[in-house]
Structure formats: C-alpha cells, structure tokens
Nanobody
C-alpha cells in the first residue's frame, strides 16, 4: 500500500489548512492512521491518530483543540483539519497507516508511509 499526503502549503499564522491522506488501494478509511510531522533538526512526532473505525482518536497536547483528524468515507481519505496554525506547526507532515484495530503511537508501529507534504506557517 502506498500512501500520498496532500494539502500542504504556505499559510499565515492563525490560518487553516486541510491535509488528506489517500492510499493506492481502496479502503484506507479502515486502517489505523497517524499523521506525523518532522521539523528541521527535530525528531518525527505523532500529531494525531485515528483507529480503524474512527471510534478513537489521539492528539498531541500542542494541537488539541486546533487539529481534527477524520475519516472521509466519500473520498476514502483520512484528513487532518488544521486551524489556528502557529509558526511552530511548520514541518513536513506525513501520514502512516497500519492494518490493526488499535491506535498506534510510535512511528515504528506503522507499516505504510507516504511522502510528506510541507506545511509552512509564517508569523
């Protein structure tokens, strides 16, 4: 399974972006999916995750109340809505997926990765 993240771009602080994660095969909405980000010089970190049926989600503290991860059944994508963006959200964002029922919190737990999409938030 190959994943593709899209939707990144340049936005001013306080603005919004919506990222989408699509797969080469249908059915990503039935995978456990995580959105990670990696800023220059920093380690990759989990931003948000959703389990295989959307019943459980995870958000890192820094994005709680601003980001929302969702299963978009009609599009067969896992989206990350990012509101009230801050300069510290600037990073390359990656989506990752795994065929499992449980939420995954570590990058090493995910078997499928896509190329990232760059999000730049200007101050």
């Amino acid at each position: 399974v190959q994943l593709q993240a899209s939707g990144g771009g340049l936005v001013q602080a306080g603005g919004s972006l919506r990222l989408s994660c699509a797969a080469s095969q249908r059915g990503i909405i039935h995978y456990t999916v995580g959105w990670f980000r990696q800023a220059p010089g920093k380690e990759r970190e989990l931003v948000a995750a959703i389990d295989w049926n959307g019943g459980r989600t995870y958000y890192r503290n820094a994005v709680k109340g601003r980001f929302t991860i969702s299963r978009e059944v009609a599009k067969d994508t896992i989206d990350l809505q990012m509101n009230r963006l801050k300069p510290e959200d600037t990073a390359v964002y990656y989506c990752a997926a795994d065929l499992d029922y449980e939420l995954k919190y570590r990058a090493s737990d995910y078997n499928y990765w896509g190329r990232g999409t760059l999000v730049t938030v200007s101050s």
